[in-house]
């Protein structure tokens, strides 16, 4: 993971500074910047842990914009309101390799390796609560109830989204510790802290496909064709799509994510040493993490959830805010009868005791 001065963290022979202070030690070492500010990765003064080149970042931020273009497109065509969470993921994608592309020009800028680095590792989050999120109503919509693994659809994508923030919030805090002006103590905590970060999000993943494997299952066993379970056709007359396609996107993104995670773990389950050539070859960044984000983003343009998901049923319901008034109102009510109910039936029994 191209995480600015690792490989100082790593060999503290060369830095042994106080934070915010590169003149503190005489064991640090500042480099005299040559081409695009580029120096040797174990100075006090480099930012990255190589080269960073500009035409593939260059490429990246094109590739990435293209798609944003297109979920955009897609959003407003099949008026699906909550893709603006795959835009994200897409946005953040882009403007990590705009910034990238600015920063490999000018490496001595500590601002431009920062914000790539958290933009970069923090936007496939996006994509991966976007995923929960679609799953939740490919439920809603094709099973009666709405349920899967005594989980409600609208349940089920709230809780696994709130899982999603708390690996987004582990994750960011440890990026943002890991910064390029940190000491090497605090850079080697903040990665651990990312660590933990990506093994929570890699083990909801796990259960979320299990209950992806639940309900795969269960549409198997009602017919072979892959309509809905339920019905073929929605409440308006239109008949619903199959739900195979959808399915196998899915999986498909949730297999690229998984890549994406298993690439960063490995870049540091074997240390940072020399030995290690991940975290110092930026070849690895754009095959195992640039590339497997782009085959999800793919994926989704190419099976849009807005294809599948049609109709009044494909979204949950949203109530407006007099009706959510209305409802907190009767459950205010039910709640006073209740309880006094509760309280009559009381005095009616101590009544009868008296007697």
């Known amino acids: 993971m191209p995480l600015p001065r690792l490989i100082a ?49 260059v490429a990246t931020a094109v590739i990435f914009a293209i798609f944003t273009g297109i979920h955009l497109f897609e959003a407003f065509f099949f008026k ?27 490496q001595q800028q500590v601002g431009y390796s920062t914000a790539w680095n958290i933009l970069f590792l923090l936007a496939p989050l996006w994509i991966n609560a976007f995923a929960y999120m679609t799953f939740a109503r490919v439920v809603n919509f094709w099973l009666p ?51 933990v970060g990506m093994g929570i999000q890699q083990f ?27 019905a073929q056709f929605s409440a308006d007359g239109t008949q619903k799509p199959g739900w195979r396609p959808l399915m196998y996107a ?11 995670i298993i690439f960063r ?5 074997r240390g940072l040493k020399p030995e290690n050539p991940i975290p110092f070859h930026e070849e690895y960044t754009y095959a195992l993490d640039c590339f497997p984000m782009m085959v999800a983003l793919l994926i989704l343009a ?29 459950k205010k009510g039910a709640k006073r009868l209740a309880k006094e109910q509760g309280t009559g039936d009381k005095n009616m029994a101590q009544g009868s005791d008296q007697v």
Request: some cysteine; overall charge neutral.
């Open 9 to 57: 963290a790593a060999t503290v022979q060369v830095l042994g500074r106080d934070d915010g202070d590169d003149d503190s030690n005489d064991d640090c070492v500042k480099a005299t910047p040559g081409h695009n500010g580029n120096v040797p990765v174990d100075a006090c003064n480099s930012y990255y842990n190589y080269d960073p080149q500009v035409a593939p970042a």
């Open 80 to 106: 699906k309101r909550y893709t603006w969470v795959l835009i994200m993921g897409s946005l953040w994608e882009t403007l990590a390799f705009i910034i990238h592309t600015v920063g490999a020009k000018d």
């Open 145 to 195: 109830g709405g349920r899967v693994g005594g989980l409600r659809a609208n349940t089920m994508a709230r809780w696994f989204v709130l899982a999603d923030v708390v690996s987004f919030l582990i994750q960011a805090t440890g990026g943002i510790m890991a910064s390029p002006s940190a000491s090497p103590d605090i850079i080697k905590t903040g990665i651990d802290i990312y660590m």
């Open 204 to 230: 909801f993943i796990l259960v979320f496909v299990a209950l992806m494997v639940m309900f795969h299952r269960r549409c198997n066993a009602v017919g072979i064709d892959g309509r809905a379970v339920t």
């Open 250 to 260: 899915l999986y498909g993104v949730l297999v690229a994510i998984t890549v994406r």
């Open 265 to 269: 773990i490995a870049e540091f389950a």
């Open 302 to 330: 190419v099976f849009h959830p807005g294809r599948y998901l049609v109709g009044p049923e494909s979204e949950f319901p949203r109530l407006s805010r007099k009706e959510k008034k209305a409802a907190k109102q009767e």
